[in-house]
């Protein structure tokens, strides 16, 4: 296994649980492997910027706020062992880990931008803040949810993916916590399974009954499994409510309204590109044909994402609360709110 | 591999291809082993019951159509083989092979019937049937295909799972060589992958260009990839148009019909059920939970098909022509043409 080849297996990990899995612990950060899971639960320590650099490039830690979360602290890690351009070309090293995580390099940035030096400060709050989003997110989701019913979710949103509780997942945690009789039909997500490999394991840690389908399953157990909504994250959401997400969201999305079922999306603000007229502009990042193809040579069309016309979404979950059509006023609103995390820092 | 326990690597495989995975060569037959695609063309003969009850459960030989023309061959090598009781003993084995397909245990007792105990004459008789039904379905089709353009299907449906021409994937490739100018998306099938190992392979070996994707991206598809047209086969027909068929098949409907792309069902008459009504009587299969899931011990719903609503479905496709709405009249229509079938037999 790979993640026996860098970082170092942490026998204590003091309050490292799946709600956190990433944490700084004086010389070094502990994260959980997601490479193991869910076959293993393995802590590893990340002792410098190799060890900080690998974690990301090989999905060690993935999720696009994870990853933020993680390289702050590598900053930080770097900022103890290092100086001068030794510090800058680690800083670049980091960002650099994986290119199209936008949080990644948006992290490094904020933290390198730190006037007197403190990174260590700087990424601690830059997790505090993202805990805090996800915190503020989940409770403005809770109402959205029945009494008692089914919800079904795609791909993975949870604690892994954020290093806060997480986002769609972290919606439906907080509305289990808060009394509701919930269970999840979590779609596999097809072709990296993260649906079946995380989310599954995280709703097992968090106690939320959940039951695992392949993606195709989803339209015939939203009509005959009491589906009482859709919830999923987002990767980039455009002015008009297109919402560009993991490959299988549009296809949920379109079984979702057929069968009136409400499709909602969580986000934090940070995920909407107010500069994005539609999704249209959005281009389609398509990955590796080995990651579907069984015989070589086959031609393989392999989207990583699809785009979900905004008029298929009920409604947004962010931490500034519900976002409701119509979106051409809702969204442009919700770029002019005060950033009260912001506000709390000074 | 299996499939080097049990029958015996043919070397002279006269006229056996892609096009005929299933032939009596005079003391055996010879059957493409579909265990073993894409990675290894291997073709077997089975030279007694052992082997014959083998190849269909262990899905050496998988498709309906094709099990029931492969267990009718094999009733003919048992009575070159066994007579009495022992005989009778290999018929009811060669008929449980697999509890579940219909076709077996009908192609079984026809071959039983026969009055002057010729079985191989019965056995071929069925074969021909098979082959001249799906010919004269993939003829009844070439007219709804494009003269260019796109078309997305789910599944394997073709020669493999029929031991004739095939029903959907058999239109596709009829309507290929009748010049028209198609290339087709064809979705992988979780959780067996027959898309991916058995559709990608016939569709090469018939020359039809052919991309793999995974069954999520279909909607994503169908919106950036000029699809023109959906086809599928059938498990199930019901009288108003219901239609059970392998999991996955509703969600391309609903995503179909969201989008304006026609949706056709392939399936010669045998797989209408008259006497059903409509679909919501169809008991839902589910499978093991081990095609699924990655840790032990999770929940998993495994439905092993489907049911698409008939109001879905644009036309059915049968070898007696196009079968259109209103299905209340159409379908039972359907079911009073004579039998060209059987009359040709007398």
Redesign the interface.
């Known amino acids: 296994l790979p993640h026996l080849l860098h970082g170092e297996r942490a026998t204590a990990r003091k309050g490292l649980t799946s709600d956190v899995p990433v944490a700084w612990d004086g010389d070094g950060i502990e994260f959980i492997d997601q490479r193991a899971l869910?076959?293993e639960f393995v802590v590893l320590k990340a002792r410098n910027v190799d060890d900080v650099v690998d974690a990301i490039a090989t999905l060690g830690v993935r999720g696009a706020p994870a990853i933020g979360v993680f390289g702050a602290y590598g900053c930080a890690l770097a900022a103890q062992q290092l100086g001068g351009t030794e510090l800058e070309r680690a800083f670049a090293r980091i960002r650099e880990a994986r290119p199209t995580a936008v949080n990644l390099a948006w992290a490094v940035d904020r933290v390198r931008a730190r006037a007197d030096g403190d990174y260590l400060t700087e990424a601690r709050t830059i997790h505090d803040e993202q805990v805090e989003m996800d915190r503020l997110l989940g409770e403005s989701a809770i109402e959205l949810f029945p009494s008692t019913g089914n919800v079904l979710t795609h791909c993975n949103t949870g604690p892994l993916a954020t290093a806060g509780g997480g986002t769609a997942l972290g919606a439906i945690v907080a509305a289990y916590r808060s009394g509701k009789s919930i269970a999840v039909?979590a779609?596999?997500?097809?072709?990296l399974?993260q649906g079946?490999?995380l989310t599954?394991?995280e709703l097992?840690q968090a106690g939320v009954?959940?039951?695992?389908?392949?993606?195709?399953?989803?339209?015939?157990?939203m009509?005959?499994?009491d589906i009482q909504l859709v919830i999923v994250g987002a990767d980039r959401i455009a002015r008009n409510g297109d919402v560009a997400n993991k490959?299988?969201t549009?296809?949920?999305a379109?079984?979702a309204?057929?069968h009136g079922i409400p499709f909602y999306v969580a986000a934090p603000r940070s995920t909407f590109d107010f500069s994005l007229e539609s999704g249209d502009a959005i281009p389609?990042e398509e990955r590796r044909?080995e990651e579907?193809?069984?015989?070589e040579g086959?031609?393989?069309?392999?989207?990583a994402f699809?785009?979900t016309p905004g008029r298929l979404v009920t409604a947004f979950i962010t931490e500034y609360g519900i976002i409701r059509p119509p979106y051409f006023e809702s969204i442009p609103d919700l770029e002019t709110r005060p950033n009260f995390l912001a506000a709390k820092r000074h």
Chains 1, 2 share one sequence.
Do not use: Q, W
């Open positions: 869910p076959r039909f779609c596999e997500t097809r072709p399974l079946a490999r599954m394991y097992g009954p959940a039951t695992l389908i392949v993606d195709s399953a989803a339209a015939i157990t009509r005959r499994k490959i299988g549009y296809t949920h379109i079984a309204a057929y389609i044909p579907v193809r069984i015989a086959d031609a393989v069309y392999n989207p699809d785009v």
